[in-house]
């Protein structure tokens, strides 16, 4: 990010900073770091303004007097520092960096004190206790208690003293789970590993071993390179021969960003126990037991023994599964592939194998059937089956030549956007995320209607360059559920129907219900009505065969019970070192993770595994003790998707009409009102985990 803007230009006006004009999309082949630093100073300047005219006292305070100003001056910083996270995310460059951590602080201390004004927090219980309120919609009630609940979580009824304290603990926070995500960036773009001998990657697929090749003619090198980009490391796992060529990939991913790696200065052991000891201060300040006590607060579950007693069950249910794989698993490496002692590196390759012989299929054969036009196209003509919409191709400035933009219609008429950025690259955070670039709401003029917009990032293999010529880039079917899941974000915040922005989308929407529409979408990549319309083998073109479907429906839940497991472990990690875990007490986090394992896990790594220091979910990515949702959503989602089993005519589930009630009573509603409301009006009952169980092949 270079300059090319004269020093003498006002870069705080609309017309020389591009990330001031709101007057339609964001202008990302323009903005660039130095835009950053004036651009916030400008807005903050601006919804200062707004909120010391609003602290005046009013005679009678109204919607339209009150919250409309407040919204209309917020909307526009949090639009802005929207793009700034998210190129800081997808681009990250020494300059933006720099210009994110520079304004990152203000941004915290801007939203610290505003939750924390008194003057607007009365205004917000005024309009909760008038005699107007009754006479607001839905939604704005909802906007309006949700506001009151968020005002005291934000400190507003402390005394002086202690919310400076708790203004100091937002802003140290902020700049630790921060430094928590660059370590784990940096931790990954660090290493390389360089093989020059081809036949130590005896069973890496030709695709894989191509892309390292090309990879390794880029950086001018001979033989191939592997990094710890996921599409990168994980086939090594999976496939090659060479147990030591997984044991030292395995290692280097296991030990990034940790007292381990060999690089202190990504050390993520003191952010962790930091961010711990800051999170527990901010619930003790809020007179509350734990942070997870907090989390909670505006979520489903009502308190930690709630969750703890969920996982623990569901870890009940699935450990008798989880030791029949384990067994079977380590039977089939001792006798098939003489591997005495399972180790953590060999667990995925000897499944991938065991998977083979069992199923007579390999994922890298289904792999070769999902191009991803076709897996696009595919998708695409799902939703619009579903939901009876129109999804084409828009124009828009985009931040990368790789990415995309889309546009979504219904009867000729805009409801959303989004971008779709697919591919793993130096300097773009791993992972696969949804986020909100513009929430729907209602403008001044009442009939117009500002469309969401969002961005879908992934983080799979580009297309490769074999001989000079680009190959399609091929999505493996996990990839390809990754895609609906996050698809399935985007459609909560577009195809929403609320016109006011603070429960609009995916906003106010409890936390352990919003990956309810995500894990839902996931249901459609096992059904043959959906893959024969979105498959085409790689050099003829055929789609899948129907037998190999066959098999990989068979082969749906193969150690589907390690795989529960596994989550039920991380979520119980997550719950007990924000409940009654103290980081400055004697157990060590490891100590604590453990024990967990010594209590659900059948198949625990080595002790220098240190995936702690990458779980960027609750260290960087806001599940703090949420990362249970994932599993206690999956309930709503298995559910829900069994109202469209119950409908389905010759096995074919893709029901318009039941789709367009789900769009009606979970989708467009977004956080109107509370998820179990949606949920039951959308199934007619309380949710229950029957469906789960039988999704996961765990029914009794």
């Avoid at 599964?321 to 005495?340: G, H, M, T, V, Y």
């Avoid at 931040?399 to 000729?412: L, N, S």
Wanted: net charge negative.
């Amino acid at each position: 990010m270079t300059s090319t803007t004269a020093p003498d230009m006002p870069l705080n006006t609309p017309l020389f900073n591009p990330l001031l004009d709101f007057s339609g999309l964001a202008h990302f082949d323009t903005i660039k770091a130095e835009h950053v630093t004036p651009a916030i100073a400008y807005l903050l300047e601006q919804a200062n303004l707004v909120v010391k005219q609003l602290e005046a006292p009013q005679a009678s305070v109204t919607w339209d007097t009150f919250v409309t100003p407040l919204e209309n001056a917020t909307e526009n910083l949090g639009r802005a520092w929207g793009i700034v996270g998210h190129l800081n995310a997808v681009m990250d460059s020494p300059e933006l960096r720099a210009a994110y951590n520079e304004n990152q602080p203000k941004l915290i201390e801007f939203s610290t004190s505003l939750s924390q004004n008194l003057a607007l927090f009365d205004k917000y219980k005024a309009l909760e206790t008038s005699t107007d309120f009754s006479t607001l919609s839905m939604a704005r009630q909802k906007i309006i208690k949700n506001a009151v609940r968020d005002f005291r979580l934000g400190g507003a009824e402390l005394a002086d003293a202690e919310k400076t304290r708790f203004a100091a603990i937002q802003e140290k926070h902020g700049a630790l789970t921060t430094r928590f995500s660059e370590n784990v960036l940096d931790a990954t773009n660090d290493y390389t590993l360089f093989v020059t001998d081809e036949s130590e990657l005896a069973g890496l697929p030709d695709d894989v071993k191509q892309a390292a090749q090309a990879a390794a003619q880029k950086d001018s090198k001979e033989g191939y390179k592997f990094t710890l980009h996921f599409p990168s490391y994980f086939p090594i796992l999976q496939y090659a021969d060479s147990r030591e060529l997984r044991e030292k990939i395995y290692r280097a991913n296991a030990t990034k960003a940790s007292e381990l790696s060999g690089k202190p200065e990504w050390d993520n052991t003191p952010n962790i126990i930091s961010i711990l000891k800051l999170r527990n201060e901010e619930a003790a300040l809020l007179g509350l037991k734990s942070y997870a006590e907090l989390s909670l607060i505006p979520k489903m579950a009502k308190s930690p023994e709630e969750v703890i007693h969920f996982l623990e069950d569901l870890a009940r249910r699935a450990r008798p599964f989880a030791e029949k794989d384990l067994a079977e698993l380590r039977d089939f490496a001792k006798n098939q592939l003489s591997i005495d002692l399972l180790e953590a590196w060999d667990s995925t390759y000897a499944s991938e194998k065991l998977r083979e012989q069992r199923y007579a299929f390999s994922e890298q054969e289904v792999k070769q059937y999902f191009p991803e036009t076709k897996v696009v196209q595919g998708l695409f003509a799902l939703v619009q089956k579903l939901f009876s919409v129109e999804i084409s191709a828009d124009d828009a400035p985009v931040w990368h030549p790789d990415v995309k933009f889309f546009k979504i219609q219904k009867e000729g008429k805009l409801l959303g956007q989004f971008y779709l950025d697919l591919y793993a690259r130096q300097g773009k955070r791993g992972g696969a995320w949804m986020d909100d670039a513009r929430a729907r709401r209602k403008l001044d003029d009442a009939s117009d209607i500002q469309t969401p917009i969002a961005y879908l990032t992934c983080n799979f293999s580009a297309p490769a360059v074999v001989d000079g010529k680009t190959k399609p880039a091929l999505f493996t079917h996990d990839e390809v559920i990754t895609l609906f899941h996050e698809f399935g974000h985007g459609l909560h915040h577009m195809l929403t129907q609320v016109d006011e922005i603070g429960v609009s989308g995916i906003s106010g929407v409890e936390w352990d219900a919003v990956e309810l529409p995500s894990q839902f979408m996931e249901n459609f990549c096992w059904e043959w009505e959906v893959l024969q319309n979105m498959t085409a083998e790689a050099t003829t073109g055929l789609p899948l065969p129907r037998a190999l479907f066959d098999k990989m429906t068979a082969a749906k839940n193969f150690q589907s019970g390690l795989q529960t497991l596994r989550q039920v472990e991380f979520s119980l990690l997550d719950m007990h070192l924000h409940d009654k875990y103290d980081p400055s007490g004697d157990q060590s986090v490891q100590d604590l993770i453990n024990q967990v394992r010594a209590q659900v896990s059948v198949l625990s790594p080595p002790a220098f595994n240190r995936f702690q220091h990458s779980f960027s979910h609750i260290f960087a990515g806001g599940y703090a003790a949420g990362y249970y949702s994932y599993k206690w959503a999956e309930v709503l989602s298995a559910d829900a998707y069994s109202a469209f089993e119950e409908v389905a005519n010759g096995g074919n589930v893709i029901s318009a009409e039941t789709g367009s009630k789900f769009q009606r009573e979970i989708l467009a509603v977004g956080g109107s009102r509370p998820a179990l409301e949606s949920f039951k009006a959308f199934r007619g009952r309380e949710p229950n985990i029957d469906a789960l169980l039988r999704h996961s092949g765990m029914a009794a």
